[in-house]
């Protein structure tokens, strides 16, 4: 099944654009050293959840453009209210007519907040609502979980990895960090009533799911100690449920964010929220301080929202959000049969849930493991599956995609089998390992 042959373009293509793009990407997470080295240079087209390569080499996506594309590549209701939204004109000197009706059908579909402020990234959202909530609690420190590893490329969050390089060094001090499911972490945070917390971010779940009522008691101590809680629904909205994962627990949030997956890989995000404080970021009480929330040029072009507005619809229309729990499932319990087979049970583990999850990879040893995680990326790309490590089951991966990926997990699991048996992966694994996306040290 090993089809991926010709890499001639992706070579020219990598060895040259490093040149003109520091980073060689606009996220570092697509970049050279998050794959192997036989992994696509660039993509030129997709379709479904089918990508081609410069070599016009063919893939079954596995992560969907960061799972930003939530249904498929080019599907066409949304494509084509982009082009009728885009031959309408995109920016004018108002608001556009789509704002309302966008606004609208956002909050009624996400039942979460009463106002609504659209951006084009997720990070634009994110520190808004550490704005927001600044402003709010007239406090000034954030606390984040730890585990969750992204929620903004601004220097407030930045400033707690290590690339804290070109961060004024003040700036660190101003976020703090509390470990998910951990009650006691938050509280101690909390604990003193000089504490200065604004908000508490997190994502309502990543791979573990919450544990002894984890969210709501932290929703209720934010609520007692005068903290905006909020949830960062950037990877899990329109994933768990259409509403959000916050409400798929039934936990309320004073402020949520959103992006990646709810304009089918367009450029939306938002932010909802309690009127009291999105009203903060209003014009309307005259006398008043007024807050700088988000004002960009182009956080309302019309084509982002046409494209949430048709994806709305859409996974209206088909249930999207239970078909890829059901397609999810099927597909994990395969993979999980396909690990059993090959006896890999102690090296490779399914983490998170149908809608969402990822391939965690062990050496023989049961360590987490960066050259045996490239030699699996390596061995599902050579078979035509552009994998980083998570699957994110859309409506586009039908049968026979579904089919594909279960054939080259098999027989990637048989290379890896070799490996863990030869307690290494050197005759196997073409150059170097991937790398952390967040290290000191390039
Ligand atoms: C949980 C979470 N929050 C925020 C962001 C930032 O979104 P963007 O990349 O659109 O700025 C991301 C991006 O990966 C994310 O995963």
Redesign the pocket.
Known sequence: MNKIINYELSRRFSAEIHDYVPGGAH?YSKGDDQFPLNAPGAIVRGKGARVWDLDDNEFIDCSMG?TSVCIGHGYEPVAQAVCDAAFQGTNFQRPAAIELEAAKLFLETVESGDMVKFAK????V?TAAVKLARAFTGRNRVAVAKE?N????DDWFISTTPCDLGIPTHVRSMTATFSYNNYSSVEALLADNDHDIACLIM?PVKFDPPVDNFLHKVAALCKDRGVVFVM?E??SGFKWDIRGAHNFYGVKADLA?W??GIANGFSA?ALTGRADIMELGGIRREGDDKLFLISTTHGAETIGLAAMVATIQAFKQHDMIASNWGRGEALKLRLEQVVAKHGLGKSLQLLGYPCLFILACRNAAGEADDAFRTLMLQEMIARGVLFQGMFYPTWSHQQAEIDHLVMAFDESCAIYRKAIDAGTTNQLLMGRPVKPVFRKKI
């Open positions: 996220t960061l990234n997720g990070s634009t994110v969750h992204f929620f903004s490329f994502e960062d950037m990877v964010t992006g990646k995000c």
